[in-house]
């Protein structure tokens, strides 16, 4: 009686070659960041500062704040202490008197006055390009040396606050509970080609068009390429129109 011939057993596709369904999703994430570049190629960050030191000054104060809020209360303040030495000469009151507008300026001030003796002691005045010696500042958590790495050193970081929180869940490029697990998320799936710029394109995208309240979906360059349940305008099959909208980013 004949026997069978041996069965080969299955092989497992390797899991570094990408499935069609993960190759898709790459190229939709391409495209999505591919539209905000086309629509602001140099995006810039909306907290006005004159040097490193008082972009690290208003960044710490724009917690729990708005920029144009902050904006307000600095330009005064930055003319007079544009370096921590002059911040230090300046004193608590006087600096408490200017940023008073700003929610938290009592605590604020304190850490203000207190990262500007750290500098000079520690870093001869300087801000240091390093991640840990920023989170190592008084009022300096990741969020914050994520901005200043990247509009201060030009760094590929991604600041995940609110809006960027918001809109990575909606668009469905990272998930998380945490803006740590939301920014690795985002760092694994943007291209790097886009990466210098992402964490500006997120932010103004989720400001002005992608709003927690009333989402301009009729304005949004990549409404095609959104899935989110909070979409509300019907923009046709992905790529079916790329010039829809023209996204405030």
């Known amino acids: 009686m004949p026997t069978k011939p041996p ?15 993960r190759a898709k999703e790459g190229q939709r994430v391409a495209e999505i960041f591919h539209r905000f570049s086309l629509a602001n190629p140099e995006p810039k960050g909306e907290l006005e500062h004159i040097n490193p030191y008082t972009l690290l000054v208003a960044v710490v104060l724009s917690a729990q704040a708005t920029d144009a809020g902050v904006n307000k209360a600095t330009r005064d303040l930055f003319k007079l202490a544009p370096t921590p030495q002059k911040m230090l000469a300046l004193g608590l009151d006087a600096l408490e008197k200017h940023i008073k507008t700003i929610g938290l300026y009592r605590n604020k001030a304190k850490n203000v006055m207190a990262l500007s003796q750290r500098l000079i002691a520690e870093h001869g005045g300087a801000v240091p390009h390093q991640r840990e010696a920023l989170e190592a500042l008084p009022g300096v958590g ?65 400001r002005y068009i992608c709003r927690a309240r009333g989402p301009r979906c009729d304005a949004c360059v990549v409404c095609d390429l959104c899935f989110s349940p909070d979409k509300w305008f019907d923009c046709g099959k992905p790529g079916s129109d790329t010039s829809k909208g023209a996204a405030h980013t």
Not at 7 to 21: A, H, I, V
Not at 165 to 178: P, Y
Request: aromatic fraction near 4%; charged fraction near 20%.
């Open 142 to 206: 990741r969020k914050t040396a994520n901005v200043v790495l990247n509009i201060a050193f030009a760094e590929s970081t991604l600041a995940v606050d609110t809006h960027v929180f918001r809109v990575a869940h909606r668009l469905n490029l990272a998930k998380g509970k945490t803006p740590l697990e939301v920014e690795r998320g985002l760092l694994q799936v943007i291209p790097a080609s886009y990466l210098r710029h992402a964490h500006h394109w997120l932010i103004l995208h989720g």
């Open 7 to 21: 069965t080969m057993p299955k092989q497992r596709p390797s899991r570094r070659l990408r499935t069609p369904k």
